[in-house]
């Protein structure tokens, strides 16, 4: 059976907030698509927050008692008070967005600007701090980010390492906010001058300025081609095998990177022009995802584990030789065979099982796993779960493995499949009751073994009920066409 052709890739636009003790982070992914390969966008953080306790970010006051502070502020900055000043507009842009609009209203930004070129250390922490919370409180005009960033830039190519962690961190801020600004930082030279920081193992040890750095560069890598291809010019290939051989997996910088390949890697144009690259990303992907493995902390390690994951779906996505490849590396079955286990959540499961949905789409890799009697078992055991897209993707990964060969079919059914998918024909979710009746057929029809009473037994009251008035019609029909192969 021919193998069915990849999706072509699109930037996928729905979003969904969550938040997190000192970040506000906004979400992107795709869905998985039965029987097709789906590049899936990566979950990043395109705007990001500073602040210095959840108490202070979360003071409440009224709308009035925001705008006269943050007036009073303002009005202070552009006096000569600037310590104060801007220690009451970190904290106000970080309490709520409408501060930055009025800041921005009330003329602010040429005075933080001016604070740039203070000759006291603490003045320009303080001013690179209210430029953080500035740019992630609201999307700065283009003509804005023109007088601002080349003053950011200035301070990413000096020696105070905590002002680079905090330039780096508002650059971040505004590549996330759309591909216009993204493209506009790369016009004006901040990919050099950002990879310069990550491009020496002793230079990555910075801890704090690496993650932000991190974080600017996966959100450059998120907008155009032409800003991935600007990348690959500044060599960012060469310092990710590096990062990936020397930061530790407990390093806060982690996630980030696994955040930065993936905005690179999964594209098909990353696949088409930097193809040799893939052959040395993978095995370090899965390297990676089998060390996080071995964390203790579970909601720590899921927290990692993530990009990473959606880093080894779309390279798997890219090529049936991709997936060859890690079918070919025993570390790959640990790494899904954990994720699937009961142990795992169920957003890992539905992580695991999409990755699986892109490996089996290639026939040869479909028998791999069925090669593998502990996945088949894990797989069959999501089926009657209760979650929705679980269950849809377990189902999905079954019916597409129905397809293989007449052998196979006998496999699965010798296996008893259809006493494990049985109780999804009584879950009320009648697109995953048609899902599990396609397999029921599927399997009926191409094998030759005689059934168990025990099935039948099993069956015919679920089977029975969905001929009923309120089932939809094709979900009746295909019952009644099970009913029959019994």
């Not at 009451?88 to 930004?109: C, P, V, W, Y």
């Not at 701090?129 to 700065?140: D, K, Q």
């Not at 979710?429 to 059934?451: G, M, N, P, W, Y």
Request: with cysteine; net charge neutral.
């Amino acid at each position: 059976m021919a193998a069915p052709s990849p999706l072509s890739h699109e930037n996928l636009s729905y979003k969904h907030p969550t938040s997190s003790p000192s970040f506000i982070r906004k979400a992107v992914k795709a869905n998985v698509q039965s029987g097709q390969k789906c590049h899936r966008e990566r979950l990043i953080l395109s705007k990001r927050l500073k602040v210095e306790t959840l108490e202070d970010a979360g003071t409440l006051l009224s709308a009035q008692e925001e705008y006269e502070m943050t007036e009073s502020a303002t009005k202070l900055l552009k006096s000569g008070r600037k310590v104060d000043a801007l220690t009451t507009l970190h904290r106000a842009l970080a309490r709520d967005e409408s501060n930055a609009k009025t800041f921005i209203k009330l003329d602010g930004l040429p005075a933080l600007i001016g604070c740039f070129f203070a000759p006291d250390s603490e003045i320009l922490h303080a001013a690179a701090w209210c430029a953080i919370n500035l740019t992630a409180g609201m999307s700065l005009s283009l003509k804005r980010v023109k007088l601002l960033s080349p003053i950011l830039f200035q301070f990413l190519q000096g020696s105070d390492v905590a002002m680079q962690e905090l330039c780096a961190w508002a650059l971040g801020n505004i590549a996330g906010d759309s591909a216009s600004h993204k493209d506009l930082l790369v016009q004006q030279g901040c990919v050099p001058a950002l990879t310069e920081l990550v491009s020496k193992s002793h230079r990555v040890m910075y801890e704090a300025r690496t993650h932000s750095v991190l974080f600017a560069l996966a959100n450059i890598a998120r907008g155009s081609y032409d800003c991935v291809r600007c990348l690959q010019e500044h060599c960012i290939y060469k310092h990710i095998v590096m990062m990936m051989e020397n930061l530790p997996v407990t390093s806060q910088s982690c996630s980030q990177l696994g955040w930065l390949i993936n905005s690179i890697y999964f594209r098909t144009e990353s696949f088409t022009d930097s193809r040799e690259q893939f052959s040395t990303i993978l095995p370090l992907v899965l390297e990676r995802c089998y060390q996080i493995n071995q964390m203790v902390d579970t909601r720590y390690r899921e927290k990692l584990m993530l990009p990473f994951l959606r880093c080894l779906g779309n390279l798997i996505g890219q090529s049936e030789e991709v997936a060859l490849e890690a079918g070919r590396q025993l570390v790959f079955y640990d790494i899904v065979s954990r994720g699937l286990s009961s142990r795992s959540t169920a957003f890992v499961h539905q992580e695991i099982l999409w990755i699986l949905s892109n490996f089996i789409v290639e026939p040869s890799c479909c028998v791999l796993v069925l090669c593998q009697p502990s996945l088949l078992t894990n797989i069959l055991n999501l089926c009657p779960t209760p979650n929705v897209k679980v269950c849809a993707a377990a189902l999905h990964i079954v019916e597409r493995m129905t397809h293989i060969s007449t052998q196979m079919s006998q496999y699965l059914f010798d296996q008893e499949v259809l006493m494990k998918v049985c109780p999804v024909l009584s879950c009320g979710e009648f697109e995953l009751v048609e899902k599990a009746l396609d397999i029921f057929i599927e399997l009926l029809e191409t094998t030759s073994k005689d059934r168990e009473d025990s099935l039948k037994e099993l069956t015919e009251t679920p089977l029975q009920m969905l001929l009923s008035p309120d089932v939809p019609d094709s979900v009746s029909a295909k019952a009644k066409r099970t009913l029959s192969l019994l």
